[in-house]
């Protein structure tokens, strides 16, 4: 069985659609083959993790 990711760097592709959140609290909508984008706050690269992901934190 494949290990299921449950955080994703910016500029990697989005493999499962969903609602992604950065440790800034920002929630974002993902689609299958977009991009993860930079941190819509800061504008630096971050990290994303799927919403219902209890462990947040975006090394913004």
């Given at each position: 069985?494949?290990e299921?990711?449950?955080a ?11 609602d ?7 929630t974002?909508?993902y ?9 819509p ?20």
């Amino acid at each position: 069985m494949a290990e299921q990711r449950n955080a994703f760097k910016t500029g990697e592709r989005v493999t499962n659609a969903g609602d992604y959140v950065c440790g800034t609290g920002t929630t974002k909508r993902y689609e299958t083959d977009e991009t993860f984008a930079a941190c819509p706050v800061s504008g630096q690269e971050t990290t994303w993790q799927p919403v219902d992901d209890d462990e947040g934190g975006c090394g913004c």
